[in-house]
């Protein structure tokens, strides 16, 4: 900030004028604050009416004010301050008092702080996509599992899930809580599962017209998972990378049967599927929209009790 000469002559004058004794009669520096400011006046004749308009410029620090020509400020007072000035200094003489002038009292918006990423997010999200399997079989002493037909098999996932901070607020670890729903539809909707055996065990039923026929298999689990966000005070917005991995429970499989009737029965069992579900995946989302992939690496069956098969799921997910 730079004040030439004329200003601080004026200032001056005032100062030892009017506030030597009182204002600024010590040598402790005094903190003050300059406001510049443009005031219409008017002249009105004997009867009231305006005769006469006039738009000053007006200086202040404190209750010390001063009017200022026109065009005054512009030639001799210069606002232009560098972007890391804190504060502005002028010394008073003859008393060698310091005015200490504040910056942001320049400005009517003072630039806002950069406030420090929180350590912990929190985000919820729902993935959408499609499962299939993958068949690891080289000989199988259970059925084989049903062909299935992909563009009906379904995946539908949802979490909520906590990010912490590392060693930057773009870098973070996050865990959760997810439900997974995984529902895998035969090509043939004739297929049966057949509940309470001590193998996994299929049939066909060529009786009924069947219009649907599916197992529908529920996990809970924790994801883990480490990943890289533009934006480190929102993980909804920018861009974000993810790779981790879902360890789940299974909590619930039934199949279900819809007739060509609108008939629909469920039966309720494990149908000798695995209890436990480890996933590895990856994610990339830009704002709050992106795709994901999903590959479990467990068996979805018991050892000896089914086919050896894995899962993959992928799709978007919406956070």
Same mark, same amino acid.
């Given at each position: 900030m730079k004040?030439?000469?004329?200003?601080? &002559?004026?200032?001056?004058?005032?100062? +030892?004028?009017?506030?030597?004794?009182?204002?600024?009669?010590?040598?402790?520096?005094?903190?003050g604050?300059?406001?510049?400011?443009?005031?219409?006046?008017t002249?009105?004749d004997?009867?009231?009416?305006?005769?006469?308009?006039?738009?000053?410029?007006?200086? +202040? =620090?404190?209750?010390?004010?001063?009017?200022?020509?026109? /065009?005054?400020?512009?030639?001799?007072?210069?606002l232009?301050?560098?972007?890391?000035?804190?504060?502005?200094?002028?010394? =008073?003489?003859?008393?060698? &008092?310091?005015?200490?002038?504040?910056?942001d009292?320049?400005?009517?918006?003072?630039?806002?702080?950069?406030?420090?990423?929180?350590?912990?997010? %929190?985000?919820?999200?729902?993935? @959408? /996509? $499609?499962?299939?399997?993958?068949?690891?079989n080289?000989?199988?002493?259970? +059925?084989?599992?049903?062909?299935?037909?992909?563009?009906?098999?379904?995946?539908?996932?949802?979490? %909520?899930?906590?990010?912490i901070?590392? $060693?930057?607020?773009?870098?973070?670890?996050?865990?959760?809580?997810?439900?997974?729903? @995984?529902?895998?539809?035969?090509?043939?909707s004739?297929?049966?599962?057949?509940?309470?055996?001590?193998?996994?065990?299929t049939?066909?039923?060529?009786g009924?017209?069947?219009?649907? +026929?599916?197992?529908?298999v529920n996990?809970?689990?924790?994801?883990?998972?480490? /990943?890289?966000?533009?934006?480190?005070?929102?993980?909804?917005?920018?861009?974000?990378?993810?790779a981790?991995?879902?360890?789940g429970y299974?909590?619930?499989?039934?199949?279900?049967v819809? @007739?060509d009737?609108?008939?629909?029965?469920?039966d309720?069992?494990?149908?000798?599927m695995?209890?436990?579900?480890?996933?590895? $995946?990856?994610?990339?989302?830009?704002? %709050?929209?992106?795709?994901?992939?999903?590959?479990?690496?467990?068996?979805?069956?018991?050892?000896n009790?089914?086919?050896?098969?894995? /899962?993959?799921?992928?799709? @978007?997910?919406?956070?």
């Amino acid at each position: 900030m730079k004040i030439n000469t004329p200003i601080i &002559s004026t200032l001056l004058i005032i100062f +030892s004028s009017f506030y030597i004794n009182t204002f600024y009669g010590q040598n402790t520096p005094k903190k003050g604050h300059i406001i510049i400011e443009k005031v219409v006046k008017t002249k009105k004749d004997s009867a009231g009416k305006i005769t006469e308009t006039k738009t000053i410029q007006r200086i +202040s =620090i404190d209750s010390l004010r001063m009017d200022i020509d026109e /065009g005054f400020i512009n030639d001799s007072f210069d606002l232009s301050i560098q972007a890391d000035t804190v504060q502005s200094f002028i010394s =008073i003489w003859p008393n060698r &008092s310091l005015v200490i002038i504040d910056n942001d009292t320049l400005f009517p918006s003072p630039k806002k702080k950069n406030k420090k990423s929180p350590v912990i997010l %929190n985000e919820g999200g729902f993935m @959408l /996509g $499609f499962a299939t399997v993958k068949n690891h079989n080289i000989a199988s002493i259970t +059925s084989d599992f049903p062909e299935l037909k992909n563009s009906s098999s379904m995946h539908i996932g949802f979490n %909520n899930e906590w990010g912490i901070k590392t $060693f930057s607020g773009n870098w973070r670890l996050w865990t959760g809580i997810q439900y997974d729903i @995984l529902n895998y539809r035969f090509s043939n909707s004739n297929v049966r599962l057949q509940a309470d055996q001590s193998v996994f065990t299929t049939s066909l039923d060529s009786g009924n017209n069947s219009a649907k +026929s599916k197992i529908v298999v529920n996990y809970i689990g924790i994801p883990i998972s480490f /990943g890289y966000q533009s934006k480190a005070k929102d993980a909804d917005e920018g861009f974000s990378i993810r790779a981790g991995v879902v360890a789940g429970y299974r909590v619930r499989t039934h199949t279900k049967v819809k @007739l060509d009737n609108d008939k629909t029965t469920k039966d309720f069992d494990d149908f000798n599927m695995n209890d436990f579900l480890i996933t590895p $995946f990856v994610q990339a989302s830009f704002n %709050n929209v992106g795709i994901y992939f999903r590959y479990n690496t467990s068996m979805l069956f018991k050892d000896n009790q089914g086919p050896r098969y894995t /899962g993959m799921q992928f799709g @978007l997910v919406f956070q």
